[in-house]
């Protein structure tokens, strides 16, 4: 009974939270003229980090250093293949220039530096604060290019609350998300254990996913909205901030770092690293995020969940199910992911389109 409680709790307080996070800084982006991508790349993406910062870095100081790595491991694969997934399946998502441009392509910068770094079996001290002073850097740019950026963004209507009433939603809903993410999180590790589910799917899937809830409830409010921008630069901006701050600072407060496992550098890097790759494609492909988008990151979701089930069970159906998403899935999905981008790279040589397209509202 407690425990549906904690779940049933969890959820509503997580819509609520979101809700109250995304008209607060839509409403602040539309008093200060900040672009609403901006604030989603930045406010909205980090504050709704707050609990896998929380628990990576409790996780390195109490000795837990799989939990640590793989929950930042496992965040960002859930983020983009089921929380865009299901955002465009929403409603399909436009993708602004400087996504496209800056976001996007460091977002990819990190996760290969970080698949570099781990192969040694350790995020040392020193690569924590690499990877920490590159979060600061991004900040600054993120300042800048709000200062210098010609383009205004979606629109969003200036709401009659005053500036401190925006601000104390923004903060209000942080704290109710994460509060929300902690009783969902704390249940369905219950839940989990009840059922007898091993510790390590717990972290690699329950924890990861529990801890991204905030950006699940976030984007589809947003999405739901309108706000089109804050729903993918959520994302795109919480990946950000998860390798280079949230690893970043669990590396860096303690002293051997943080180890990372075989399995870890043989399965869950490369796939943070194809998923943070396989954004871009996509992307470029008309500068949406289609429904078709969106069905096929979820069923690349469903498909990696269920070998990390099967993995950790040594269950029998593992070799073939394990060959049939090497030699069938995976190709198929990943021929489904470009084939759009190639007709459309196709379709604007003919028109004498522009390299990079034009963002669409």
Do not use: C, K
């Not at 909205?44 to 609990?51: D, E, I, K, L, M």
């Not at 089921?82 to 996504?99: C, D, E, H, K, N």
């Not at 496992?261 to 043989?266: E, H, M, R, V």
């Amino acid at each position: 009974m407690v425990t549906a409680l904690y779940l049933i709790g969890g959820l509503v307080l997580l819509v609520a939270g979101a809700e109250g996070l995304v008209r607060g800084a839509s409403g602040l982006a539309a008093r200060f003229g900040i672009p609403p991508l901006v604030i989603g790349l930045t406010v909205v993406a980090f504050g709704t980090s707050a609990p896998e910062m929380a628990v990576s870095v409790t996780g390195a100081l109490h000795g837990q250093p799989d939990l640590a790595y793989g929950n930042v491991m496992g965040s960002n694969i859930f983020n983009i293949l089921f929380i865009l997934g299901l955002a465009a399946v929403i409603t399909p998502l436009s993708v602004a220039r400087q996504l496209l441009r800056i976001d996007v392509p460091l977002m990819i910068a990190a996760s290969g530096l970080v698949f570099v770094l781990a192969q040694d079996g350790r995020i040392g001290r020193v690569d924590g604060m690499i990877l920490f002073a590159g979060l600061l850097a991004y900040i600054w740019l993120q300042v800048r290019l709000a200062r210098t950026s010609g383009e205004p963004g979606e629109e969003v209507p200036e709401a009659p609350r005053s500036a401190w009433a925006q601000i104390a939603l923004v903060v209000v809903g942080l704290g109710v998300l994460v509060a929300g993410s902690n009783l969902l999180v704390t249940g369905a590790v219950q839940i989990a254990r009840v059922l007898g589910v091993s510790e390590l799917v717990i972290g690699l899937t329950i924890v990861a996913a529990g801890t991204s809830l905030p950006e699940v409830a976030t984007s589809v409010i947003a999405a739901i909205r309108g706000q089109r921008d804050i729903a993918v630069g959520n994302v795109i901006g919480s990946n950000i901030f998860n390798i280079s701050g949230v690893l970043g600072l669990s590396a860096t407060v303690v002293r051997g770092g943080v180890t990372v496992s075989p399995p870890a550098i043989a399965v869950d890097t490369p796939v943070m690293l194809a998923v943070a790759v396989a954004t871009l494609p996509v992307f470029l492909t008309g500068s949406r995020v289609s429904r078709g988008h969106g069905i096929l990151f979820l069923a690349a979701y469903t498909a990696y969940t269920g070998w990390l089930v099967l993995d950790a069970a040594r269950h029998p159906a593992l070799p073939g199910y394990q060959s049939a998403l090497i030699y069938a899935v995976l190709p198929v999905m990943a021929g489904a992911a470009v084939w759009p981008w190639i007709r459309w790279r196709i379709a604007s040589r003919q028109d004498g389109a522009p390299e990079v397209p034009a963002e669409r509202g």
